[in-house]
């Protein structure tokens, strides 16, 4: 009994390890000691692996870099956000199946997944590549990727250079930065974000989602970006995106109501803004669709306004807001064109939110593509209602967010098959296709080709 206890915390402690535990060892232990020997030589092993050396990425980067998308501005730009939030079994971070399963420390398969697209893996390499339980129709294993890999992120940055998407808000969530493990997986994503823009032209900047955070605790993110400023020296980098001659940050989650998920109160936001500002920083705020007259999820008080005037750039979120092309006309009209019209009385720069679609089937059980991206059609419309309404910058939500099936990156029309678990398509598009269509949006907002209401021919298969 005490054997199989000792084992079990054994693999508890050592996740993602392939190699079996001496056993021998073991059993010489239990013969010759007591429990509190057993107790210490668990912790022996407890400490080990915890000593185990990481790459130190939390270091200035020394790397090539070359001269792309221009890191002073956001005019005329396209820029989309990036999870980086997907782990393998096996991928070295020991966070198992994160973000693709239900229950990550389960293999990944049938029943036990959260994503609603598969990625195309075409070209990854082997050794970005990790198994899953579920099967493709002729009976080949189905593998996926992990962000942990840096080649991955790397492959990825070089898309957006490939589709002329101008950079992106690379995804720090405030909640995890507590825990040791999962930190370290967020530093080594950003790191590898970082080198990916360097080396393809891309900028990049870093996007703190407070959501859930306590109140008390939201000083802790600012404690994490001076870590940031000092150890990786960030806002030297060539590829870290400013604005108005200033390194920019963003915060996401300021001035929604709780109606749909705790946030922290707006006097507490104020005072991370604050220091922000007084760091040198110009500030993207990530806030409510209805923050301009108080309605919908925004939070209602004499004080929203105030802390919003607070940033520089204020980027609505609309995600699941609206359904359908004429939803999307709608929603223009009440918020997008009176937001510019607001922001630019007020001296702000304002950046919406579009997507590609929505699918909550594996992970709410939802139905699987509850917001049809109608081939193309849906964020079509998207891009240039946002350009019709005076925008000159677009934020594309979001790059490998395959969980809520709206990824722009690509995917495949041949999913894995298995019970109780279904996937969309792209609906016979390449799998490239909603990258090309971000980087129509790019040449739309700068006036490089004309406005039209139907998808341009050339981006048509």
Known sequence: ?????????????????????????????FRSGSLLACLLFYLIISYSAASVPKEE??????????????????????MTGYQGWFNCEGDGSGLGWTHWAKNRKKPFGPGNVTVDLWPDISEYDDDELYDTGFRFADGSVARTFSSHNRKTVLRHFKW????????????????????????YHKDKVLSSAR?????????????????GIPDDAIASVFDDWKMLREKMEITKDPAFQHYEGKPLVAIWGVGFNDKIKRRPDLMSCEALISKFKADGCSVMLGTATGWRAQDKDAFQGPDLHRVLLKADILSPWTVGRYRSPDDVKRHAEKYWSKDVVWTREHDRGYMPVIFPGFSWHNLKGDELGSIPR??????????????????????????DEVDEGT???????????????????????????????????????????????????????
């Open 160 to 183: 957006m250079k490939d589709y002329g998407i101008d950079g992106a808000f690379v995804q720090r969530f405030a909640n995890g930065l507590k825990d040791p493990v999962m930190r």
């Open 57 to 78: 990425v939390l270091k200035p980067y020394s790397g090539p870099s070359i001269r792309g998308s221009d890191p002073g501005t956001l005019k005329g730009k396209v």
């Open 407 to 461: 990824a722009i990156f690509k995917c495949t029309n041949q999913p894995p098959t298995g019970r109780d678990s279904k996937f969309l398509t792209l609906e016979g598009l390449p799998s490239d296709f909603y990258l090309r269509l971000a980087g129509e949006a790019g040449r739309l907002l700068r006036d490089e080709t004309p406005v039209t209401d139907a998808i341009p021919k050339e981006l048509n298969p």
């Open 1 to 29: 009994m005490k054997e199989r206890l000792l084992a079990f915390g054994l693999a508890a402690v050592t996740p993602g390890c392939s190699k079996p535990f001496n056993k021998k060892v073991m059993r010489t232990t």
């Open 374 to 399: 109608l081939k193309g059609g849906f964020m079509w419309s998207q891009i240039v209602a946002t350009k019709q309404a005076g925008a000159d910058m677009i934020y594309v939500a979001m790059f």
């Open 195 to 211: 080198e990916g823009a360097n080396r393809y032209g891309r900028t990049y900047t870093v996007m703190y989602d407070i959501t």
